[in-house]
């Protein structure tokens, strides 16, 4: 047998080995968690997952500020930045890993001290190796790599729905603080109109001064709210402009034409615990982090095992070519013990990774059932301090009709004043509680991840 059949025996034989089936655990055979049948409270109703969920407020105003803050959030560049240099890494990975070098040289010499012996001489050399994955080492790094690339793509994610989130709370506490002060504005003008009264009822001998000076006090109390009010609809603008990377000052404009307070749409449905596998982005991100650790042991698998390379060189000097070819073996014989702890440290890597994936969906399916319950009870609460403000604006009505006729003391119809006062703005937050709340319970099922939702 010729020296070139031997070549091409070995190279034959090197190629079939590289050909097996990569060592280690396969990072895309995961098992299937286990999650509950259902909900704790339920329907089952199922959701569409990546719905634009935030329509369902049906509010122009925030349809506009997310469409307008999505492509421009800093959180949601660097996500997608993320995603790029996983991509990278992801096309700097190979299954045979290769390396092509060259180097060249001139130089000039001088025989003798006369000048005229100088001469030119002038060298170049080629090599190139090539290093086999014979046991899946590359493969899995290719693997591992594939699935940070998917966790990066799911982190960008649960980075936009955590931006939602936000963008959302803000502009629905900015919009209470705006009725807040439009009811504190109709208190103080109702306190006003009071005042006069019990001033022109003193000048008559009817009032006294203590009870001028209790329709002064409630009357100031109420002038009070307004900068608290006022600050902390200012403080989410603020916040808004941040998130949205836009200037405070136009957006502060805008907002301050006002818009009623953000209501809570019906539903959603919240389909089942197994749903969320699919839906969540941050389960995917738990579970894209187990593979890649997964893959993590086998490239440690692969480094305990022998590596088989091919290694060439062309050199020319001086006119005189030469070139070598020929395969070259390694044994990791005296790092046997490093290389072992290496691996260890990857399996319990691996397992803490499946512990976090496990965690995550054990974690969102508490986000589901703790959103549900809320969402359930704020719009009992809403619904139920809605019945009662209206009835105290009633008794209000009657109080002030009874006392302005003189049947009715004044101190009973500043009661009533309190009373209703109260009411309005608790049933002002309610609403807020439980229009915040249905956006928690979308965003739990996971709702409006995608950028196409």
């Known amino acids: 047998m010729t020296n070139g059949m031997h070549r091409r025996a070995l190279l034959g034989s090197v190629l079939a080995l590289g050909a097996c089936a990569a060592v280690g655990p396969d990072p895309d055979a995961l098992p299937t968690p286990a999650v509950p049948a259902g909900f704790a409270e339920g329907d089952g109703t199922a959701t569409p997952a990546q719905a634009a969920f935030w329509s369902g407020y049906d509010d122009a105003a925030l349809n506009r500020l997310i469409g307008q803050g999505m492509g421009q959030s800093f959180d949601i560049m660097a996500a997608n930045e993320r995603i790029r240099a996983a991509q990278a890494d992801l096309a700097g990975r190979g299954v045979l890993a290769s390396q092509v070098g060259g180097t060249s040289t001139v130089g000039r010499e001088r025989a003798g001290g006369d000048g005229m012996g100088v001469s030119t001489s002038n060298s170049a050399a080629l090599s190139a190796s090539l290093v086999f994955d014979l046991f899946g080492g590359a493969r899995r790094g290719r693997e591992g790599a594939r699935a940070s690339l998917r966790s990066a793509q799911a982190e960008a994610q649960t980075v936009r729905l955590a931006w939602l989130a936000e963008v959302i709370a803000a502009?629905?506490?900015?919009?209470?603080?705006?009725?807040?002060?439009?009811?504190?504005?109709?208190?103080?003008?109702?306190?006003?109109?009071?005042?006069?009264?019990?001033?022109?009822?003193?000048?008559?001998?009817?009032?006294?001064?203590?009870?001028?000076?209790?329709?002064?006090?409630?009357?100031?109390?109420?002038?009070?709210?307004?900068?608290?009010?006022?600050?902390?609809?200012?403080?989410?603008?603020?916040?808004?402009?941040?998130?949205?990377?836009?200037?405070?000052?136009?957006?502060?404009?805008?907002?301050?034409?006002?818009?009623?307070?953000?209501?809570?749409?019906?539903?959603?449905?919240?389909?089942?615990?197994?749903?969320?596998?699919?839906?969540?982005?941050?389960?995917?991100?738990?579970?894209?982090?187990?593979?890649?650790?997964?893959?993590?042991?086998?490239?440690?698998?692969?480094?305990?095992?022998?590596?088989?390379?091919?290694?060439?060189?062309?050199?020319?000097?001086?006119?005189?070519?030469?070139?070598?070819?020929?395969?070259?073996?390694?044994?990791?014989v005296l790092n046997q013990g490093a290389l072992q702890a290496t691996r260890s440290r990857r399996l319990s890597e691996a397992r803490q990774a499946e512990i976090a994936w496990k965690s995550s969906i054990a974690g969102a399916v508490e986000d589901v059932q703790t959103a549900q319950s809320n969402l359930r009870r704020y719009r009992q609460r809403a619904a139920t301090l809605e019945g009662a403000a209206a009835s105290y604006d009633r008794a209000y009505r009657l109080a002030r009709q009874n006392f302005e006729a003189g049947a009715l003391a004044l101190v009973d119809l500043l009661e009533a004043d309190r009373s209703r006062a109260s009411a309005r703005l608790a049933t002002a937050q309610a609403r807020n509680a439980a229009a915040k709340e249905w956006a928690t319970l979308q965003i739990a099922t996971g709702a409006g991840s995608r950028q196409g939702g």
């Open 171 to 332: 502009y629905a506490d900015a919009r209470f603080h705006q009725q807040a002060l439009a009811l504190t504005r109709d208190t103080i003008s109702a306190r006003e109109a009071t005042l006069e009264v019990t001033r022109n009822s003193q000048s008559v001998g009817i009032a006294t001064d203590y009870d001028v000076a209790q329709t002064e006090a409630l009357l100031q109390t109420a002038r009070a709210d307004l900068p608290n009010y006022e600050a902390q609809f200012n403080a989410q603008v603020y916040r808004l402009s941040t998130l949205l990377n836009t200037q405070a000052a136009p957006l502060m404009a805008q907002m301050r034409r006002g818009s009623a307070q953000l209501r809570t749409p019906p539903g959603p449905g919240t389909g089942v615990p197994a749903d969320l596998l699919r839906s969540r982005p941050d389960i995917r991100v738990a579970q894209q982090d187990y593979a890649a650790a997964l893959a993590a042991v086998g490239v440690a698998t692969a480094d305990l095992l022998p590596a088989i390379s091919l290694t060439g060189t062309v050199t020319d000097q001086g006119g005189a070519n030469a070139w070598g070819f020929g395969p070259g073996l390694s044994l990791p």
